[in-house]
């Protein structure tokens, strides 16, 4: 896990505001550690996403009992879901960064193909 206002966090805000298109307003950062769990339900209630990203966050902590294509769009409870790597590691694999991108980030968020996201 990062810290708010370290590099990492700074790294993800980009992808979020520069690649998906989204204001700070537009979006929530839920931060896990490794095994910690929140239930999905509680979320699905309090922030009523339309899209989840997971960046090395399993379903299973969520209390979910799915499994996801990694860096692909799902489909769950209503909601898309793009499950992909920690990431400090997605910043280092510029392929698998590629693959987010082209398969999951850029047609959900520019090309909207399930329409208007925000």
């Keep these: 896990m990062y810290l708010p206002g370290s590099a990492e966090d700074d790294q ?3 992808i979020i505001t520069s690649g998906c298109k989204l204001e700070e ?3 929530n950062l839920v931060l896990l550690d490794a095994g910690e769990q ?3 339900t509680k979320l699905r ?3 009523q996403p339309k899209v989840v990203l997971l960046f090395n966050v399993s379903p299973a902590q969520l209390g979910i ?3 996801f294509r990694i860096n692909e769009i799902n489909n769950f409870d209503n909601v898309r879901w793009v499950p992909t790597i920690s990431l400090d590691r997605l ?3 510029k392929e ?3 693959n987010l991108w082209n398969n999951a980030l850029k047609p959900l968020f520019v090309n909207k193909i399930h ?3 925000v």
């Design 12 to 14: 993800l805000r980009a």
């Design 25 to 27: 307003s537009n979006y």
């Design 38 to 40: 929140i239930a999905w």
């Design 45 to 47: 209630d309090q922030l």
């Design 65 to 67: 009992s799915a499994l």
């Design 91 to 93: 910043i280092q694999d």
């Design 96 to 98: 698998f960064k590629s």
């Design 115 to 117: 329409g208007e996201i």
